[in-house]
T-cell receptor
Framework: DTEVTQTPKHLVMGMTNKKSLKCEQH?????MYWYKQKAKKPPELMFV???????INESVPSRFSPECPNSSLLNLHLHALQPEDSALYLC??????????????FGPGTRLLVL | EDQVTQSPEALRLQEGESSSLNCSYT??????LFWYRQDPGKGPEFLFT???AGEEKEKERLKATLTKKESFLHITAPKPEDSATYLC?????????????FGQGTTLQVKP
């Protein structure tokens, strides 16, 4: 099973709201990722968690706050977003392979609209 | 600088008309090259991982090949359901973070 689940599928929020995106995997993967994808563009890496520790933050604005409560769950907390943050937010996971290629498996995404 | 370039940007085929998508890369040491398929509004679906030059992998009508500078995704006798955006990505050899460098994608449309 190579399934990554994400909730909600769609989210509409105002610029003063606080919301959270959730991601879950049960493949025993020890690396989890958040990506942002705009229309007709490839996914853009935001954060990487490795063994539940934040290992990469690609200079993402502080209005996006990631959290990894355990090895199966990943959250993205959203606060005071801007309309330009509207996008498809993707979660992915991979097995940690020291020295080897790590295949990432993506979830279906959360379509976010900021009004 | 590590870079991935995909061509063409868009491709229109008739059903049954075979063709190839190209992914050229420059990376300081290749750990792996990945192909994904993405339907509109959905997450990328994993297709193949290629590790070293000369490697080939097949799945139904798709075949991926790898050289030291590029990868090809060959589509044999495509069907309308193969219409999607195909993304190529590489992982750098020195990276221990799993970070992917994506190309811009090739949007394939197969007409019946």
């Amino acid at each position: 099973d190579t399934e990554v689940t994400q909730t909600p599928k769609h989210l509409v929020m105002g610029m003063t709201n606080k919301k959270s995106l959730k991601c879950e995997q049960h493949m025993g993967h020890r690396a989890m990722y958040w990506y942002k994808q705009k229309a007709k563009k490839p996914p853009e890496l935001m954060f990487v968690y490795s063994y539940e520790k934040l290992s990469i933050n690609e200079s993402v604005p502080s209005r996006f706050s990631p959290e990894c409560p355990n090895s199966s769950l990943l959250n993205l907390h959203l606060h005071a977003l801007q309309p330009e943050d509207s996008a498809l937010y993707l979660c992915a996971s991979s097995q940690r392979e020291m020295g080897g290629a790590e295949t990432q498996y993506f979830g279906p995404g959360t379509r976010l609209l900021v009004l | 600088e590590d870079q991935v370039t995909q061509s063409p940007e868009a491709l229109r085929l008739q059903e049954g008309e075979s063709s190839s998508l190209n992914c050229s890369y420059t990376v300081s040491g290749l750990r792996g090259l990945f192909w994904y398929r993405q339907d509109p509004g959905k997450g990328p679906e994993f297709l193949f991982t290629l590790y070293s030059a000369g490697e080939e992998k097949e799945k139904e009508r798709l075949k991926a090949t790898l050289t030291k500078k590029e990868s090809f995704l060959h589509i044999t006798a495509p069907k309308p359901e193969d219409s999607a955006t195909y993304l190529c990505a590489v992982q750098q050899g020195s990276s221990n973070t799993g970070k992917l460098i994506f190309g811009q994608g090739t949007t394939l449309q197969v007409k019946p």
